[in-house]
């Protein structure tokens, strides 16, 4: 039996949604759909385990029991197809953070990573920021639709002496669940060259109708070559958590990453986290699966609307993610693109070239784990650039 999904009304409430947009946009004056977290109550099960722990009324230092690495051994085998053993499982506090580290722990300074962009825009800066050399092999578009290049991929790696290959599956922001046989394709090659993969997971829940999510680590022998990171925060809105946990399968990449995390002094969370984390994974499966119905619907709401008023916009199909990647190229010139989705439409969106540079000027990415009001709205306002 499903749960009742409920809209909260965000704003004043210290959220970076809707309260961050002085800071990030300059003005207050806008309908926020850019952030990916969900304008949503996380599921009862959170507040009736943390309302125990509260009503408890002792912060002390806290054991991690059994139970916590239970259900996420739980989970994955049941939702995800992926049999882990706890010895695997190590926190992080964050699927990003974690990027950093790895970068670092398999690479040296001037030595190459490999994304594909349009691609989660905190990839680039992982990158940068830790003295690496970037480079891209960007998907192949056909019409709205986005596939692996992968005749391109394996000529990066061979060209471009890469190390490390952050995967984004399911892939943010243009919507695509990777199928085995892609997935396959892309790790056999790292596998043969001795490529470094890790496998952002994050949005491995969140999947529509008629796709199934694969992941990496169960499609072969590639325990010698990648980690997967992944968390219940996009797919329970409880991010302000800051708990995740990476999937270690080899003995020798453990041990690496053990000598790396005791460095950095941050092998734990705090104790809110795990008992989120383990409330929803144990009892937040229908509230889930409400919540993939919703965005599914916002989606097609969106899409047949533009279709309607604006039909030369672009959306790509979504597989998997709540985001919905827009080329809005056919209406607007890509340098007036932010002036008129702020000016005129009066929207907080992510803009195209985070993801990817000057290529993606013209696209937006919009958040749908929102109400059916604000998705209207944002109908209605993109369609004053026509």
């Not at 009736?48 to 029991?65: C, E, P």
């Not at 739980?74 to 499982?89: A, C, L, P, R, T």
């Not at 490390?164 to 922001?173: G, K, Q, T």
């Not at 709540?322 to 607007?332: G, H, K, R």
Request: aromatic share 14%; net charge negative.
């Amino acid at each position: 039996m499903k749960e009742r999904v409920i809209y909260k009304e965000r704003k004043n409430t210290n959220c970076e949604k809707w309260d961050g947009l002085l800071d990030e946009y300059g003005r207050k004056d806008l309908l926020p759909v850019w952030v990916a977290d969900m304008d949503f109550e996380a599921p009862s099960c959170v507040q009736v385990a943390l309302q125990k722990y509260i009503d408890f009324n002792v912060y002390g230092y806290y054991h991690v029991s059994d139970s916590f690495y239970d259900s996420i051994i739980s989970w994955e085998k049941n939702y995800q197809g992926y049999q882990v053993k706890k010895e695997w499982i190590r926190f992080i506090p964050g699927v990003v953070p974690a990027i950093y580290w790895l970068i670092q722990m398999w690479t040296q300074k001037e030595e190459s990573v490999l994304i594909m962009p349009p691609v989660y825009y905190p990839f680039f800066n992982s990158i940068k920021e830790t003295g690496r050399q970037l480079v891209e092999c960007p998907l192949l578009k056909e019409d709205e639709h986005y596939k692996m290049d992968i005749e391109l991929f394996e000529n990066k790696i061979l060209t471009e002496n890469v190390k490390v290959f952050i995967l984004c599956s399911p892939h943010n922001p243009v919507g695509r669940v990777w199928t085995k046989k892609e997935l396959q394709a892309v790790l056999d090659i790292c596998k043969k060259y001795g490529v470094y993969v890790i496998a952002d997971e994050i949005h491995q829940d969140i999947i529509m109708s008629g796709y199934e999510k694969v992941t990496a680590a169960t499609c072969g022998n590639y325990d010698e070559y990648l980690i997967t990171l992944t968390s219940a925060s996009k797919s329970f809105n409880i991010a302000g958590f800051q708990c995740a946990y990476a999937i270690i399968p080899n003995d020798k990449m453990r041990e690496d990453y053990d000598r790396l995390a005791k460095k950095l002094h941050f092998t734990e969370g705090n104790s809110f986290s795990y008992i989120a984390t383990q409330a929803v994974y144990e009892h937040g499966r229908p509230w889930l699966e409400s919540v993939c119905n919703i965005v599914e619907s916002n989606y097609y709401y969106l899409k047949n609307e533009l279709k309607k008023v604006m039909p030369k916009v672009k959306i790509a199909p979504l597989e998997g993610t709540y985001l919905a990647w827009l080329d809005m190229s056919d209406y607007e010139i890509p340098k007036r693109m932010k002036e008129a989705i702020l000016d005129k439409c009066h929207l907080a969106v992510d803009f195209g070239e985070l993801f990817g540079g000057e290529e993606y000027k013209s696209h937006i990415r919009l958040n749908l784990a929102t109400s059916r009001e604000n998705i209207e709205e944002v109908v209605k306002r993109l369609q004053l650039i026509k």
